[in-house]
């Protein structure tokens, strides 16, 4: 997008239609950059959907974009080094699930993503995409993102005797996170193994630098209890801008 900002565009041909430009969240514009200098770029790229962030309606509809879904709520989780800061924040039961998980028979690690070791995650969060009917980014964009900057794809582990009942997967991009895919047995569930992860992994990034993590949307309808988890961490909501189509001829 030149000097105005920067956006990540996934390109997928459906049959014979494509290749369709399409972003996930975003763009990053520079601080600097005039609504007319963002507006250019654009118009200029090839994007066809996105999930606007930060931009505005009046520069998307300038641009050609059109508005096909209304904003949605983000959880964006704040960051600490110190373990008490981060459990501060936490609403007073989840520092109880948090402290009943620590206490549970479980042993978690934390390292790179392993194309080789953990592809059996992206296989259970399609299922619990198929059961909870919510849509995830494609696995391809995990391994592309690990090809090129494999220290930033990064997978939580919980186990049990040797036995996986856990785990979560996050994307590092500069001083940020996002929490990606996430899975739980009910041994895992009982264990409150996600609760103790999630504040692990905070803590970690806290040390690395990033000073947020987005968590994913919040859907108080469909998935209420992972609603309540994502608040219950103390993370804060923020409003994307929607999703929008580019009408070509505009």
């Given at each position: 997008m030149g000097a105005a900002g920067e956006v990540l565009?996934?390109?997928?041909?459906?049959?014979?239609?494509?290749?369709?430009?399409?972003?996930?969240?975003?763009?990053?514009?520079?601080?600097?950059?005039?609504?007319?200098?963002?507006?250019?770029?654009?118009?200029?790229?090839?994007?066809?959907?996105?999930?606007?962030?930060?931009?505005?309606?009046?520069?998307?509809?300038?641009?050609?974009?059109?508005?096909?879904?209304?904003?949605?709520?983000?959880?964006?989780?704040?960051?600490?080094?110190?373990?008490?800061?981060?459990?501060?924040?936490?609403?007073?039961?989840?520092?109880?699930?948090?402290?009943?998980?620590?206490?549970?028979?479980?042993?978690?690690?934390?390292r790179r993503f392993s194309p080789d070791k953990d592809c059996w995650v992206f296989a259970v969060d399609r299922a619990a995409?198929?059961?909870?009917?919510?849509?995830?980014?494609?696995?391809?964009?995990?391994?592309?993102?690990?090809?090129?900057?494999?220290?930033?794809?990064?997978?939580?582990?919980?186990?049990?005797?040797?036995?996986?009942?856990?785990?979560?997967?996050?994307l590092r991009h500069g001083s940020a996170a996002t929490y990606h895919v996430g899975w739980t047995s009910d041994t895992g569930r009982k264990a409150n193994a996600h609760h103790v992860m999630l504040m692990q992994a905070a803590k970690r990034f806290a040390r690395l630098g990033v000073s947020q993590i987005e968590l994913g949307q919040i859907d108080r309808q469909r998935l209420p209890g992972l609603a309540r988890f994502k608040l219950g961490a103390g993370a804060q909501i923020t409003m994307t801008d929607g999703t929008w189509i580019k009408i070509p001829f505009l």
């Amino acid at each position: 997008m030149g000097a105005a900002g920067e956006v990540l565009i996934i390109r997928r041909k459906f049959g014979p239609f494509g290749p369709f430009g399409f972003a996930s969240r975003g763009p990053v514009w520079a601080s600097d950059s005039t609504e007319k200098e963002r507006i250019a770029a654009l118009r200029d790229i090839r994007l066809h959907i996105m999930n606007a962030q930060n931009t505005g309606r009046q520069v998307l509809r300038s641009a050609g974009f059109r508005q096909m879904m209304a904003s949605a709520e983000i959880a964006i989780l704040g960051t600490h080094g110190d373990l008490d800061e981060q459990l501060a924040q936490c609403s007073g039961k989840w520092r109880n699930a948090y402290r009943k998980g620590v206490r549970s028979d479980m042993d978690i690690t934390h390292r790179r993503f392993s194309p080789d070791k953990d592809c059996w995650v992206f296989a259970v969060d399609r299922a619990a995409q198929k059961q909870k009917g919510y849509r995830a980014l494609p696995p391809d964009l995990v391994h592309a993102i690990a090809q090129v900057d494999p220290q930033n794809v990064t997978i939580s582990l919980a186990k049990q005797r040797g036995t996986p009942i856990a785990a979560m997967m996050f994307l590092r991009h500069g001083s940020a996170a996002t929490y990606h895919v996430g899975w739980t047995s009910d041994t895992g569930r009982k264990a409150n193994a996600h609760h103790v992860m999630l504040m692990q992994a905070a803590k970690r990034f806290a040390r690395l630098g990033v000073s947020q993590i987005e968590l994913g949307q919040i859907d108080r309808q469909r998935l209420p209890g992972l609603a309540r988890f994502k608040l219950g961490a103390g993370a804060q909501i923020t409003m994307t801008d929607g999703t929008w189509i580019k009408i070509p001829f505009l």
